[in-house]
């Protein structure tokens, strides 16, 4: 059975049939069927770890760790799933969680970054007007959690990716785009590079950081630093359930240097 094929309104059902949940998850507390929930998300399987937290969640609704991880969840189905369609209902159903989060824990930085990281992977599928809409939404995320926690490596990688899709957007599609989709942000490479720099010093083991580094060398046409850093994100060991995504990415663009 495959998850990402299931409509959401009939996936905890099925999973739960799947994995012969519905005579025991009654009898477990919200913590254990949290644990049991981890153990599956460490093996980047989310429909068999939503199977725990989904129950959990009715326990404790306004657990923020838990509506963390399930909007993780939602965001791994949506790379488990080559269907566009799917993707996207993914993603809404994980901002939905970001949304109900952000409000339970103002003061935490990974519950205000959580709209941004969906918004990342959900930024590809959606049209321009919304794009340009999302955008300064993703911005304000990063920020705040930087505020709260400025060691937050993932919130630096987010700011790193949104400058780099910003960097190179010029004057006169700046100016275009703003007349047709509303005003469009400005960003650039330098400040993805620092973006990109922070992170890594923050955590060196995590392989998208010196990729994501790599790519925006080769777009800004240094292709010795792009080189460099590329080879470096391609010679680690896959850690992360989106590495497989971006190690592809890192393959194209250093296939692509000249």
């Given amino acids: 059975m495959k998850s990402s094929n299931i409509p959401h309104r009939a996936l905890l059902t099925v999973i739960m049939t799947a994995f012969g949940a519905f005579s025991t998850v009654h009898a477990e507390s919200a913590a254990g069927l949290m644990a049991q929930g981890d153990i599956a998300d460490r093996s980047f399987d989310p429909a068999k770890a939503l ?13 923020v ?22 993707k996207i209902e993914y993603g809404r159903i994980a901002l939905a969680y970001d949304t109900r989060v952000a409000k339970l824990a103002p ?5 205000q970054l959580s709209e941004a990281i969906t918004y990342g992977k959900m930024m590809p599928l959606l049209g321009k007007k919304e794009q340009v809409a999302a955008s300064p939404v993703v911005k304000a995320a990063a920020d705040r959690a930087l505020k709260l926690n400025s060691r937050n490596d993932t919130a630096w990688h987010v700011l790193g990716r949104w400058n780099q899709a910003l960097g190179n957007v010029s004057g006169l ?16 490479y330098e400040e993805s590079v620092k973006c990109f720099d922070k992170a890594i010093a923050i955590d060196p083991g995590r392989l998208r950081n010196y990729i994501e580094l790599g790519h925006t060398y080769a777009l800004a046409g240094q292709p010795e630093n792009a080189r460099k850093f590329l080879q470096k994100g391609l010679s680690m060991s896959n850690k992360e359930k989106d590495d497989p995504e971006i190690k592809a990415l890192g393959k194209a663009t250093l296939a692509g240097l000249k």
């Fill in 65 to 86: 760790e838990l509506l963390l991880r399930i909007s993780r969840q939602y965001r791994h189905l949506m790379s488990d799933t080559g269907n566009n369609g799917k």
């Fill in 107 to 111: 003061d935490d930085s990974d519950a």
């Fill in 51 to 63: 199977v725990s937290y989904l129950p959990a969640e009715k326990m404790e609704p306004n657990n």
């Fill in 173 to 188: 599609k700046r100016a275009l785009g703003g007349m047709l989709y509303g005003k469009l942000p400005t960003g650039s």
